[in-house]
């Protein structure tokens, strides 16, 4: 069901680390551990400060790890502006990684 709430789309960015942190975890449980750290780099894009929940076991728990490793090394959080250019009606939006 947390696949099908994030394809959904319109959630709050704290619905949005729930969301990842059950991909996560399940992706990680059941084994997959690329896609279960990829959710949780995604949830700590959104939250840096996000935990597991403490009844997720130590063997499951190595993905989330190396997504706090990959925010560490890393100098800012994402971020996004957004701006109107009245000269052409249009909408500008600058992501930065």
Known sequence: HAL?????GGH???ELVRIY???????SLMGEEDAARDY???MLGIDRDAQLDESV??????????????????QGRLSIST??????SAVRVELRD
């Open 4 to 8: 099908e709430a994030l394809r959904e």
């Open 12 to 14: 709050p960015p704290e």
């Open 40 to 42: 949780f780099v995604r």
């Open 57 to 74: 076991p130590p063997r499951a728990r190595n993905p989330y790890l190396e997504a706090r490793g990959i925010w560490a090394a890393r």
């Open 21 to 27: 942190q059950l991909l996560g975890t399940a992706s």
């Open 83 to 88: 701006g109107l250019d009245r000269a052409s």
